[in-house]
């Protein structure tokens, strides 16, 4: 008999056992960041439960979870753009226009309420478009572009509305602010499974490793043959449509739209992605990073105000995270490449 096929019943288990645990280290040493970043959270989370014994209450748990869904599908459409070495800083005037737009289309045009939010959110996906066609056709800098978009989106808002906000909605837009299932509020469910799909899109579609790999070599995927303007403008357009989702989600909470909306967002949206570990230079970064940024960012914001920090410190508090995960990816990404050499 060959001795290869004989099976000796006493090492098999372990052999097993060994490829299971190298299978785990391959996936955590693949996840390492966003490892990194759910470990952070817990220590954060455990922080603040001893600093204030209001931290842990169903009250304030729920809070987080509704504080985090217009920043979090915010950080989704910022993802995409950083992904590819640019920067969205319209994100905050377009998630205003997008809601005023939501606004109008039912009080002025009498639009029901499903039409009217695809109108806005295609609203949004085409003032993106704008800004993705001159960033790729006219070759200017994204920082440029969008600043300019965040002026001329915020303008709008308030020459549409003439500076008045839109509070007659119709009561079936608080729905996904109000139902929950199982206990978890049925909007915070909805950036679960945005960041789910999103995430299954760049870690398994040609469309998301294209992304991946504009951001880290634009010139070699132009070699490559892969459609680099196309993708370079996709990002853009998923931006501005997910702001104006945003928009709508802000607006069933608040059942009121405001041409102010989204003030601030793009810094929130540009902070949750960095802290979650994507690099500003492109090529680097995951939706689960961004995911757990946004919570740690939420997170940062309930306990500054559960602990009486005044809010113009918050500002400063928010600025240097942003600042510290900048610097810190700086240096990691310097030790990792000197390791690569």
């Known amino acids: 008999m060959n001795a290869k096929t004989i099976r000796d019943p006493q090492t098999e288990p372990r052999q097993t056992a060994g490829k299971a645990k190298r299978g785990w280290r391959k996936v ?52 995409f753009v950083v992904l ?89 837009l608080s729905a996904p602010s109000t139902a929950t299932v199982f206990g978890f509020p049925v909007n915070f469910l909805l950036v679960l499974v945005l960041f789910a799909v999103t995430w299954a899109y760049l870690t398994f579609a040609k469309g998301g490793r294209t992304i ?17 303007d196309f993708y370079n403008v996709l990002v853009y357009v998923l931006s501005g449509a997910f702001s104006a989702l945003a928009a709508v989600m802000l607006a069933s909470r608040l059942m009121s739209i405001d041409p102010i909306a989204g003030t601030g967002l793009e810094l929130d949206s540009i902070a949750a992605v960095v802290i979650g570990g994507a690099s500003l230079f492109g090529g680097r970064g995951s939706m689960i990073g961004t995911f757990f940024g946004v919570l740690i960012l939420v997170l940062i914001h309930n306990g500054l105000n559960l602990l ?16 510290v995960a900048v610097l810190g990816e700086r240096l990691l990404s310097a030790r990792f490449g000197a390791r690569a050499k």
Do not use: K
Not at 43 to 65: D, K
Not at 89 to 106: N, Q
């Open 28 to 79: 955590l040493s693949h996840y390492q960041l966003e490892v990194r970043m759910g470990l952070l959270f817990v220590l954060i989370c455990a922080a603040l439960g001893i600093s204030s014994p209001h931290f842990l209450s169903l009250g304030n748990v729920l809070n987080l979870m509704d504080q985090a869904v217009v920043t979090g599908i915010a950080a989704i459409g910022q993802t």
């Open 84 to 172: 590819v070495g640019g920067i969205d800083l319209s994100v905050g005037s377009l998630t205003g226009v997008g809601g005023i737009v939501l606004g109008l289309a039912i009080n002025t045009f009498g639009i029901p309420l499903i039409p009217s939010i695809a109108i806005a959110i295609i609203g949004g996906g085409l003032l993106g478009l704008v800004n993705g066609l001159l960033v790729t056709r006219g070759r200017i800098a994204p920082f440029i572009v969008t600043l300019g978009m965040m002026s001329i989106g915020r303008s709008l808002a308030f020459v549409l509305t003439n500076g008045n906000s839109i509070s007659t909605l119709p009561d079936a």
């Open 212 to 228: 991946y790999a504009l951001g880290s070599n634009r010139e070699a995927a132009r070699a490559a043959g892969l459609r680099v």
């Open 308 to 323: 009486n920090v005044g809010p113009y410190w918050q500002g400063s508090a928010i600025g240097t995270v942003i600042i």
